[in-house]
């Protein structure tokens, strides 16, 4: 992916603070209540049913009603989903749904708002795609998409929701915590541990929804149905319960079913699935099995090609590899070939100056008067030694 230089990035200070700076908040106040109170079971179990309560929200709601029409609802059904979504502290739907559907639009492009391609170290691209893209906004991509208008505009819930969007998400952070923690234990300690840890429950909820835009498009997990980033990772499910099958969620994104096997994990699949029995649902999306094998068949092939190109382009690159170390040996025959001339030339040398030695010694006399003779032949005799160890040849 090519991202512009000039693209101005601006801190979002309101997404900065649910982030990071409100859960951070939410944990020292859960460390102080523990040394007040000491947390039993009520505060796990209030973190746990939140997280799940939430989770449902966002993949039955926020997702697969709103962002792909995968199925419909009732209008009580559609405002109580509302009103969770706005707990998740996500956003409004409208501006959930557009971001989600310019993602679809522009997937691993230029113009996914959550690309974990925007930067080639996977690590920078894994914090861009969990929480960078809303922490530090394009000033661009803060608008409403005009599919979404069109799509939503017109849906009453939604613009409610849309226009009272902080009221709901503050009360629904605030007032009902409170209220339900009071009603349950009868006291300030419950209410303020339902408020805490509910509020915990949420803020790993977020973290989890996060981790579909990131860690689902790291290719990880396997691709059956789409030659993307995207992936199925079956051993999400019990963080996501259902939107880790991602991958055929990119192929069919229409479709009720992330998980379209019997045997796939799909608790927001079987919710929708169960609300349509009982008269909630309506209309459910299903994608036929001959388009789905006739995908997975595409895909396949497509697999098989990108492998044969890259093998070409290995034996293109080993191909240059091995004309390259020719060229070096051709270099390093010749180098030898001069190397060994030159020792040859030190040979003859070598040769020369014993020659010289010996007939020096055939003439010479042990007297007195050849003292100096001989001591000018030790010292050709030590060069000539010298010589010969240069050239790598034993002299005793």
């Not at 890259?310 to 034996?315: Q, R």
């Amino acid at each position: 992916m090519i991202y512009s230089k000039n693209i101005k990035l601006t801190v979002n200070y309101p997404a900065l603070f649910v982030i990071i700076i409100y859960p951070l908040i939410l944990a020292s106040l859960a460390v102080l209540y523990h040394i007040t109170y000491v947390i039993s079971r009520f505060e796990i179990i209030s973190l746990i049913v939140t997280y799940y309560i939430v989770n449902i929200s966002v993949g039955v709601g926020l997702h697969r009603l709103w962002s792909h029409n995968a199925f419909k609802t009732t209008r009580w059904v559609e405002l109580v989903l509302a009103l969770l979504s706005a707990a998740t502290l996500q956003g409004p739907i409208l501006a959930w749904v557009s971001d989600h559907m310019i993602h679809h639009r522009y997937t691993d492009q230029h113009g996914d708002p959550h690309s974990p391609l925007k930067y080639k170290n996977k690590f920078m691209g894994f914090l861009w795609s969990h929480i960078g893209w809303m922490i530090f906004c394009n000033n661009h991509q803060k608008k409403i998409n005009k599919m979404a208008i069109a799509k939503l505009g017109r849906n009453k819930i939604v613009l409610w929701q849309f226009r009272n969007y902080w009221k709901i998400a503050i009360s629904m952070n605030t007032i009902v915590p409170l209220s339900i923690g009071y009603i349950v234990g009868g006291d300030i300690r419950h209410a303020a541990g339902a408020f805490i840890f509910m509020g915990i429950g949420r803020a790993f909820q977020q973290q989890a929804t996060f981790c579909v835009n990131s860690l689902v498009h790291m290719n990880i997990g396997s691709k059956e149905y789409y030659n993307g980033t995207a992936r199925d990772v079956w051993w999400l499910f019990f963080i996501l319960l259902g939107e880790n099958w991602h991958n055929f969620h990119h192929a069919f994104a229409n479709d009720y079913r992330n998980g379209h096997k019997w045997y796939h994990l799909d608790i927001h699949k079987w919710i929708i699935k169960i609300m349509s029995k009982v008269g909630l649902a309506k209309d459910l999306v299903v994608t036929s099995k001959l388009r789905i094998d006739l995908m997975k068949e595409q895909i396949k092939v497509k697999s098989i090609n990108d492998l044969q190109k890259k093998v070409c382009y290995i034996e293109v690159v080993s191909l240059k590899i091995q004309n390259l170390a020719l060229e070096k040996l051709k270099k390093a025959e010749t180098s030898t070939v001069r190397i060994a001339s030159n020792i040859q030339k030190n040979l003859y040398s070598i040769a020369d100056r014993a020659k010289y030695i010996i007939e020096d010694t055939k003439d010479l006399k042990l007297s007195s008067d050849n003292e100096k003779k001989v001591l000018l032949l030790l010292a050709k005799l030590d060069r000539l030694r010298q010589l010969a160890q240069e050239s790598e040849i034993r002299v005793p």
